[in-house]
């Protein structure tokens, strides 16, 4: 798919939002302070509780201190960074990105497939919390 101005355009207003969201993530986590608004009112991890932490973790190395915090972030960051470095291949020697096309029951069935995985992810989180 060819890159037009439009979806190069999305795709720096995604990095331009996107970094300054994680730097501040990071600096919570730095400062220990909970920016989760499930876990601040009722003590419970939200589904995404853990991805900073999982961040950091990838960064430094350590896959098993990653993966304890929360396992569906890490396999998606891991699958974000290939993506990604796919990506940038692709645009460099083609000048195509790469899209994930599928059937409108291909879709269902991959939302369907990431509910479950989410709903299975926070019940470890709720376990190991």
Known sequence: MPVTPARRRIMLAAVGVGLPLGLFSLFCQAQQITICPLRALFSIPCPTCGSTRVLSALLRGEWSAAFACNPLATVLAIGSAFYVLLAIILFLVQRKIPV??????????????????????????????
């Open 100 to 129: 994930l096309r599928a059937s409108r029951r291909g879709w269902l069935s991959m939302a369907g497939g990431g509910l479950l995985l989410a709903l299975v992810n926070w019940g470890y989180l709720l376990i190991h919390g």
